[in-house]
């Protein structure tokens, strides 16, 4: 089954010289049963006004190919008369609107959100913009080029977090540049119908929530985050929706028995407070290709996190999950061919892979989805989890969390219908679904009433944190960062519950300027220098020493990363003391100490003659070959 793109340019609310045409597909709900469609519609200047109600408008039934029932109108605005006194109808700017569906056995159904709505108004509200004018790309822009997916360092943030908004996230982007990041992967953006959620539960999927800001706030965030360096992906929802999605909605409150879009599907994880979208369908499958393509095209956004794979994971050769991978990647290619503008930001050149990035969260087994789809970097959880039950104090798994951090088991690439395709994984000790690893190291409450949301991990052990943070920057695969883990963010998170999503935990940037964050924040700053200015980190091979005697029984974990002559040891000791271990050194030669330098730099090495070396406590040493 093959996904096609719908015809975005006449789906939603399409402004043409001051009139609106709307159109929406609206499978088996037709004219001739009786049903009819309407809108309603207000500017935003009237909307909170008693004597002001939305105007309503009939849209008109057709049959139209691939899906069917469509409903269509067009509705002149700018410059036509109020229907009451004091209106600002017919004024340019911001209009909120809804479907409303009559039907002869069920009655009026209204609230009804647009599908292929552009922006949103708060809750259950659609809205355009009359008189919006498209975003101009700056000049340099034409000459953006995706990162290869070696070179990733992601930065992930959730905006009303991270700046609060779109503006305001945007002016960080030299920060993060500075920092030392070259991609951003964004929370969902699309609209939820609460205020404050982390938006894994959508109920509109081709815009920007109103509470970030507006298509053009995007498109200038990336816009400038390109201009510093930084590619963008962002957080999508393709395997279940919001209650309040239209396509469930509608359907579910019509009293239909079956619907076009809506239905289990492989795993059902969300069905307590979500729904699951059925990819057996071809509307849905055609919908979810329709949004990739739009945030490609319209946003210029570089790739896509894919939340939650298994609730749409039907296996390598399904309708699916692996479907949707490899028709966006052949979607690239072809644009790639065609020359499209700004496409050319996945060409690597001839007969180089595209560098378009699709990472899939499939914690249930990201291996999996590396070999058999296109699918080019997974979420994994194993380094989390490894680094976790170390930092608790189970030395035991120190090996573990070694050879994790080699992505052992893991391909470097796979070659598919001719494709060829560079794969990775994602490397992380914190993300937006787990507290913060200070927490790890100790727990305080600084609230009087002892609500557990506001647990905090002890930053007075901000030191403990550091053997973490050195291999994980330095490790086989992409780093990640979770916003103000470089300043040691320590906020708790419950597992379950409401107040995992439904509490705003702003980035407490004074973090930053404190002796925790300063020391933090230049280790982190240091070690993705490190890790830019030498390719073998990036690309080169890894060698865990699995010795427990030598290493691991005094807390130390080592291992090397390497490619030809080019090497680099990692020493990182998670112990309170100082440990001093042997080592042997594969060359001989200087040895250039990369967080300090100095009296630290190992000269006059003999090759694989046993070296004494001290690991300082929580904390590591990096030493590189630096020749004779």
């Known amino acids: 089954m093959t996904m096609s ?200 999927y081709f815009g920007i929530d ?139 050149g001839q007969g180089n892979p595209i560098r378009l990035i699709q990472c899939a969260e499939q914690l249930e087994d990201p291996e999996q989805v590396l070999y058999t789809t296109y699918s080019n970097v997974t979420w994994q959880n194993q380094t989390f989890d490894a680094a976790r039950s170390v930092a608790k104090g189970n030395r035991d798994r120190l090996s573990d969390l070694g050879l994790r951090l080699g992505l052992f088991g893991y391909p470097d690439e796979v070659t598919t219908n001719g494709d060829v395709i560079p794969k990775t994984a994602l490397q992380y000790i914190e993300n937006h679904d787990h507290e913060r690893f200070l927490c790890n190291f100790g727990l305080r409450n600084f609230d009087e009433a002892n609500n557990p949301l506001f647990l905090e991990g002890d930053r007075s052990r901000w030191y403990m944190l550091q053997p973490y943070l050195i291999a994980l920057l330095l490790s086989k695969g992409v780093p990640m960062l979770w916003q103000g883990q470089e300043f040691g963010e320590n906020y708790f998170l419950p597992d379950i519950g409401a107040g995992r999503v439904g509490v705003l935990r702003p980035i407490r940037w004074d973090f930053f300027y404190d002796e925790a964050g300063r020391a933090l924040t230049r280790l982190t700053r240091r070690l993705l220098i490190v890790r830019r200015d030498r390719p073998h980190i990036r690309r080169g091979k890894y060698w865990f020493f699995n010795d427990w005697e030598r290493y691991q029984r005094h807390g130390v974990l080592a291992f090397a990363r390497y490619e030809d002559s080019n090497y680099t040891l990692v020493a990182i000791n998670t112990d309170g003391s100082d440990q001093t271990v042997p080592f042997w050194f594969p060359f001989g030669g200087s040895y250039a100490e990369e967080l300090h330098g100095g009296n630290l730099d190992l000269k006059g090495i003999v090759p694989l003659q046993q070296t004494a070396l001290t690991i300082p406590s929580h904390y590591g040493r990096v030493w590189t070959a630096a020749g004779p």
């Open 210 to 348: 109103e509470r970030f800001g507006n298509r053009s706030d995007f498109q200038q965030m990336v816009d400038i985050a390109h201009q510093n360096g930084i590619a963008v992906i962002i957080d999508v929802v393709y395997g279940h929706s919001g209650v309040d999605f239209p396509y469930h909605d509608a359907y579910m409150r019509l009293q239909y028995r079956d619907n076009p879009f809506m239905g289990p599907f492989a795993k059902d994880y969300f069905n307590n407070y979500g729904k699951s979208t059925d990819f057996q369908r071809q509307l849905t499958r055609d919908f979810f290709f329709s949004a990739n393509h739009h945030w490609l095209e319209v946003y210029h956004v570089d790739g896509f996190r894919y939340d939650c794979v298994p609730n749409f994971w039907d296996g390598p050769l399904g309708v699916g999950y692996a479907s949707l991978a490899y028709e966006t990647h052949k979607l690239t290619q072809k644009k790639i061919a065609q020359g499209a503008p700004f496409w050319h930001r996945f060409d690597d």
């Open 5 to 204: 793109l719908l015809p975005i340019h006449s789906l939603g609310a399409i402004e043409t010289s001051g009139s609106v045409t709307f159109g929406l597909w609206l499978p088996w709900v037709s004219a001739a049963d009786g049903n009819k469609v309407s809108i309603k519609i207000i500017h935003d200047g009237d909307q909170f006004l008693k004597d002001i109600p939305p105007r309503e408008f009939p849209l008109f039934h057709s049959v139209k190919a691939p899906h069917g029932d469509y409903w269509s109108a067009t509705v002149p605005i700018a410059g036509t008369p109020p229907a009451v006194a004091k209106s600002v109808w017919g004024s340019p700017g911001r209009y909120v609107y809804r479907y409303k569906i009559t039907n002869p056995e069920i009655g009026e159904l209204d609230w009804i959100i647009d599908p292929f709505a552009r922006e949103y108004g708060v809750g259950k509200l659609s809205a355009f913009t009359l008189g919006y004018q498209p975003y101009v790309w700056s000049a340099t822009e034409a000459n953006w080029k995706t990162p290869p997916l070696t070179d990733l360092v992601v930065y992930e943030i959730n905006i009303a977090e991270f700046g609060g908004d779109l503006q305001r996230a945007r002016d960080l982007m030299a920060y993060l540049r500075d920092l030392g990041v070259n991609c951003i992967e964004v929370m969902p953006l699309s609209n939820v119908a609460a205020s404050v959620d982390w938006g894994y539960l959508p109920v509109g």
